[in-house]
C-alpha cells in the first residue's frame, strides 16, 4: 500500500466509448502525475499537476483530458480512444514545493489497465 | 536530468546479494540518484535515493562514487520475490514538481 489508489484497476472500452480514470493520494502530497506504460516500453510521463495547475503535458493527444480538482484527486477523461492506447496508466504523487533539498520522493499507484476494443 | 546506463538484464541466486550497477556520469550538483523497482503488472515502487552519501534502509543499500558518476544499488540478501525491472534515475531535487524520466531499467531475476 502506497498511499495512491487507482480505480478501476482494469477498464476496457470501445473506441466511442468516454470513460474516466480516477487517483487519490492520502499522502497529503500537492504534486500529481500522470503516466504511461505500453507494452515492452519504458514509462511515459503524460501530465504533472503542482497545487491543482497543469505544469506539463508532454504533447499528449487531446482524446486524454486531465483533471485536478483538489490536491488529493486527480482524474483522466477517455474519449475516442483507438487500440494503440491499450496500456498501463500510473498515477504518482509528491510533495513539492519546499526548500528542502532532500528530494521529493514520488510515489505510484498500483495503475489502471486499459484495453480499447 | 542526467542520463543513466544501465545493464539490460542480471541474474542473482536467492539468498546471495545483487549489485546493480548504474552510470550516470553527467550528473549535476544538485541531482539526487533514485531507485525504483517495477514487478511485473505492478506500480513502480521506491527503494531508495541518495545524493553523495552512501544510504542504507530496510530495502536495499546505495553506493554513490565519489565523484558522482555511478552508484549501485545492493540487495543484500535477494529472495525470489525480488524478481523485478529496477530503475535508475537521477533528478534535481527541491522545490516545484520534479518528475521522474524512466530508462529501460535492469531487469534482475533471482534463480532458486
Known amino acids: 500500500e502506497t498511499g495512491v489508489t487507482q480505480t478501476p484497476r482494469h477498464l476496457v472500452m470501445g473506441m466511442t466509448n468516454k470513460k474516466s480514470l480516477k487517483c487519490e493520494q492520502h499522502?497529503?502530497?500537492?504534486?500529481m502525475y500522470w503516466y504511461k506504460q505500453s507494452a515492452k516500453k519504458p514509462l511515459e510521463l503524460m501530465f504533472v499537476?503542482?497545487?491543482?495547475?497543469?505544469?506539463e503535458n508532454n504533447s499528449v493527444p487531446s482524446r486524454f483530458s486531465p483533471e485536478c480538482p483538489n490536491s488529493s484527486h486527480l482524474f483522466l477523461h477517455l474519449h475516442t480512444l483507438q487500440p494503440e492506447d491499450s496500456a498501463l496508466y500510473l498515477c504518482?504523487?509528491?510533495?513539492?514545493?519546499?526548500?528542502?533539498?532532500?528530494?521529493?520522493?514520488?510515489?505510484f499507484g498500483e495503475g489502471s489497465w486499459l484495453t480499447v476494443v | 536530468d542526467a542520463k543513466t546506463t544501465q545493464p539490460t538484464s542480471m541474474d542473482c541466486a536467492e539468498g546471495r546479494a545483487a549489485n546493480l550497477p548504474c552510470n550516470h556520469s553527467t550528473i549535476s550538483g544538485n541531482e539526487y540518484v533514485y531507485w525504483y523497482r517495477q514487478i511485473h503488472s505492478q506500480g513502480p515502487q521506491y527503494i531508495i535515493h541518495g545524493l553523495k552519501n552512501n544510504e542504507t534502509n530496510e530495502m536495499a543499500s546505495l553506493i554513490i562514487t565519489e565523484d558522482r558518476k555511478s552508484s549501485t544499488l545492493i540487495l543484500p540478501h535477494a529472495t525470489l520475490r525480488d524478481t523485478a525491472v529496477y530503475y535508475c534515475i537521477v533528478r534535481v531535487g527541491g522545490q516545484g514538481a520534479q518528475k521522474l524520466v524512466f530508462g529501460q531499467g535492469t531487469r534482475l531475476t533471482i534463480n532458486p
Open positions: 499522502l497529503g502530497h500537492n504534486a
Open positions: 504518482a504523487s509528491s510533495q513539492a514545493g519546499t526548500a528542502s533539498l532532500s528530494g521529493n520522493t514520488i510515489y
Open positions: 499537476y503542482n497545487f491543482k495547475e497543469q505544469t
